[in-house]
């Protein structure tokens, strides 16, 4: 299992601000139809690119790490890049042990 955060940068290059309606229209559309995305933490922050704060929105996901939810994590940043005007957006992984405790 792996856990993989991505760091969504929100303002525009020309320094207007991604809606929150805009940012979730976005995501639901691109990532959230995905089974393996269905469930996830949403980390409200603030970023400091190139030294100055903007505001920013973390996804965090425990997924299995395919190779095909890995292509997926890389096109939803390119196409989130290139339609919000990003000159990146960062991605995170690392290997967990994932333990799910259900009410019996």
Do not use: A
Not at 26 to 45: G, V
């Amino acid at each position: 299992m792996k856990e993989i955060r991505i760091y969504f940068g929100r303002q525009k290059g020309d320094g207007e601000i991604v809606s929150e309606e805009n940012f979730w229209y976005f995501i639901k559309f691109h990532l959230l139809n995905y089974r393996s995305f269905e469930n996830f933490t949403i980390i409200p922050s603030i970023g400091v690119w190139k030294q100055e704060k903007e505001l920013s929105t973390i996804l965090e996901f425990i997924i299995e790490g395919t190779k095909q939810e890995e292509l997926l994590i890389e096109e939803v940043c390119k196409k989130y890049c290139k339609l919000f005007q990003q000159q990146s957006v960062l991605v995170t992984t690392k290997e967990v042990k994932s333990i799910l405790y259900e009410n019996e």
